[in-house]
């Protein structure tokens, strides 16, 4: 999971090696293999300057092309951990290009937790920020909604500091940045009292309870997510993550589902090694949070990826509309996964706002398909205000888009003035963010 670029000297090093430079599901080659590696802020802030063009690269794991770059890439994942912690604040400072599995047991092992944490560790907390990252649970805003500061390198080189403190209404601005604003090199999270948690999974809870018990399914647990391929009237399986002081969910039988006697895959298919630990096991919040564990393959690794939002009150409606498109998905799904993520305040962020859930597709990688089943799915979800994953494939057209982001002029402003001459843009930002491909 680690990139392969890593330097084993102390200056930062050019990759240009003939090879093809992949994202993670390896269903995009990036336009270009020139990579640099930094391993300071001061080694960073030399090359974006050097560079008329430069795209920042976390840990690759975005299925569409929001990270590509035709020109060079800088990445600071593997630069050196420098966790700094301010007790008396609450929070935790840390380099860009961290991954949340190399973080979480840190923090833990000096007493804190993070709030959220995605259905995987192996992200970068940088590119995770850039696209509204999320978990699940109806009172935990995105990955991003704990950013409490940001540095980053504009493109003359300038060493640009936001912090909530300070600037208010700007780190909103900022904290989604879709890799549009800078290089980031610090970033700065809310922290709270470590915790422990358990995990339950029921199995095959008949869609029919969805209608009447939504509400109470969500608030079930600290985190709950309803996996189905939408081929059968059940929810195949739903995950219940609660904290470990909490009432606990230990009931055999749950609204017609059953409490699965053995630790499961989402993909029933898989194995559940890869999976982090349920019935009920307590654990620290970062071995539970993520359905995957660090240092194993997360999902099936063979797969894409496409994830919309729909604002809370239209989640069954639109949950209903995606389950009567069954026979269509189904036979090219893996899985699906519903979850729900609280409001934020974020400007690019799909819950800018409102609560929302998202309706998730791990598909077979089959984009010949895919690609004709998305508008499909879109046009499904459109009379629910819909919006994608910005991490995720879509086709959505960026005059839909634009309906969904009411600060969008506003962040283009925001880019304008950190990167008057378009050095961090790509041709997804051309043509999703600024209208202008
Ligand atoms: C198996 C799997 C499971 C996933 N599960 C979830 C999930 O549970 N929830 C969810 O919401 N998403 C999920 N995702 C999507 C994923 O978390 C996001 O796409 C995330 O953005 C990936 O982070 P990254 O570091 O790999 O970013 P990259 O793909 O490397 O880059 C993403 C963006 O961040 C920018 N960027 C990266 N580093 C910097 C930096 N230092 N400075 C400025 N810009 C930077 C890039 O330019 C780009 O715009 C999953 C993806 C996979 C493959």
Sequence with gaps: MTAPFLSPLAGCSTESKAETLKNWAGNLTYGTNQLDQAESVQQARELVKKYDKVKALGTRHCFNKIADSDDRFVSLVGAPEDIVIAVDRKSVTVNSGIKYGELSPFLHEKGFALHNLASLPHISVAGAIATATHGSGEKNGNLASAVSGLEMISANGELIQLSREKDGEKLNAAVVHLGALGVLTKVTLDLQPTFLMTQYVYENMPLVQLQDHFDEIQASGYSVSLFTNWQSQSIAEVWVKQRADAPSMNQKEWLGATLATKNLHPIPELSAENCTTQMGVSGPWYERMPHFKMGFTPSSGD??????????????????????????????????????????????????????????????????????????????LAPYNARPHWGKLFTMAPTELEKHYPKLNDFRNLAQEYDPQGKFRNAFLDKNVFGTA
Excluded at 322 to 330: K, S
Excluded at 356 to 380: G, N, Q, Y
């Design 303 to 380: 797969e894409l990826q496409a994830e919309y939002f729909v604002p809370r009150q239209n989640a069954v409606d639109a949950i209903m509309a995606i389950a009567r498109l069954g026979d269509q998905v189904g036979p090219y799904l893996l899985t699906s996964e519903v979850r729900a993520i609280a409001a934020d305040e974020l400007w690019m962020s799909p819950c800018y706002q409102q609560d929302c859930i998202t309706i998730h597709f791990t598909w077979k990688p089959d984009w010949a398909s895919v690609s004709k089943l998305l508008p499909i799915v879109e046009r499904e």
